[in-house]
């Protein structure tokens, strides 16, 4: 559990230096901050996909996945505004940041690098980690709060609670299916529709 502990403090530094200090571009330290996180998990567990997992089947899941999350997230900014007087402003916030960056650059970025990588790190690794040590459940459930609380740097509450939700649902679907192919693809297409071609800001 040394490991588990070791990588989970390297990603509270790194969202801090990201979305805290925010020295750099935020694109390319999202990029260098997953593709580390990714090779911790590698190093650790060993390839995280194998050949016969990546099928139709599991892409469907996947595509299907996205649509629901993005449904959820399309309902959710609708229900957010109306009861928070600061979401809008924290919602602007979170898009602000593709300034930083063509969206033709922010769209490889993330459908190659940002979003596999967080899945094979904090679903590949640190839930199956947990999983293995506390069972199922609360390993599901503890990875979900530790991926929601790294962004607490932001000082963004509605950024949290994307991050809450999305953990719980791509923590769930890599529970119920066994294999990460579905939470992959589900988090890259979910990406590139929220902050690529269907914004809801």
Do not use: C
């Amino acid at each position: 559990m040394t490991a588990v502990w070791a990588a989970l403090l390297a990603a509270f530094v790194m969202w801090y230096f990201i979305f805290g200090v925010k020295l750099f571009n935020f694109w390319w330290s999202m990029t260098a901050a997953a593709l580390i996180l990714m090779v911790v998990a590698l190093w650790h567990q060993g390839p995280p996909v194998r050949l016969h997992q990546v099928n139709g089947r599991a892409i469907l899941i996947g595509l299907s996945a996205a649509v629901i999350l993005y449904t959820v997230f399309w309902a959710g900014n609708i229900v957010s505004r109306w009861l928070f007087s600061f979401a809008g402003t924290q919602i602007a916030a979170v898009y602000d940041n593709k300034a930083q960056a063509s969206p033709y650059l922010i769209a490889l970025l993330l459908a190659l690098f940002i979003g596999p990588g967080e899945e094979i790190f904090w679903r590949g690794f640190i839930q199956d980690r947990l999983a293995a040590r506390w069972g199922d459940w609360a390993g599901f459930l503890a990875a979900t709060v530790a991926y929601a609380l790294v962004h607490v740097w932001s000082g963004n509450l509605i950024l949290m609670l994307a991050a809450l939700i999305g953990g719980l649902f791509w923590g769930w679907l890599y529970k119920q299916t066994g294999s990460l192919v579905p939470g992959i693809v589900s988090h890259a297409v979910w990406d590139l529709a929220i902050f690529i071609l269907f914004p809801l800001a």
